[in-house]
């Protein structure tokens, strides 16, 4: 199996590969040296298991993810489609803007539905055509807790500000838009309440 290595992450590799005579992409997770190999290796399994799940489960929800082709839980690898477009973070401004009332939605729908990202960024964003691709699930976990929920939107909302903030101000209203029509009032707003809470314990947070 012939692979080139197309990006590198903290929990673990993409390669691109072939996968019955298609391009797919492997994504294989890494060792952790400073964790006991029992464990370590527990662990991997674990995750490469529940991203594989979520992956496919949030597609009932009508979110576009990367179609799952082969888990190989022994080795900790997951192959899957390979998604043609650009990342959300590579965009123009202006798109980028247009297309945050769309990510707000996608992000709500899969709140609602309780599941949290866990690395709700710019980068795991692709625009393919007209649709938006969520990627990298390797964080993902089944929650419907509104602290949970308000972790992925600070999240999201920082990276606006540090990689996008020409156009943060409207990229976050559009994003709060549509997350907002898909989790309605009630929801929205204890979510939003959670992330000012959250902004508030860094804003004071002593280093001792």
Known sequence: MLMKLIRKGAEGDLFLTNW???KAVLKSRKKKDYRNASLDYRLRKQRTVRESEIMSEVKK????????YFVDVENCNIIMEEINGALARDI???KLVRIC??????VGIMHKNGI??????????IISKEDIFII????ASRTSKFDDHAVDLRLFKEILNSAHIEV??????????GYK???????????????MVIESRGRYATVV
């Open 168 to 177: 943060f101000e409207k990229a976050w209203s559009n994003f709060l838009s």
């Open 181 to 195: 029509s898909s989790v309605g009032k009630e929801r929205f707003v204890k979510v939003t309440n959670q992330v």
């Open 20 to 22: 019955i005579n298609q």
């Open 92 to 94: 123009s401004n202006s």
């Open 136 to 139: 990298d699930f390797g964080l």
């Open 116 to 125: 949290a990202h866990g690395d709700l960024t710019t980068s795991n964003f």
């Open 101 to 106: 009332k769309d990510i707000g939605k996608s």
């Open 61 to 68: 929800f009508g979110i576009h993810t990367p179609l799952v």
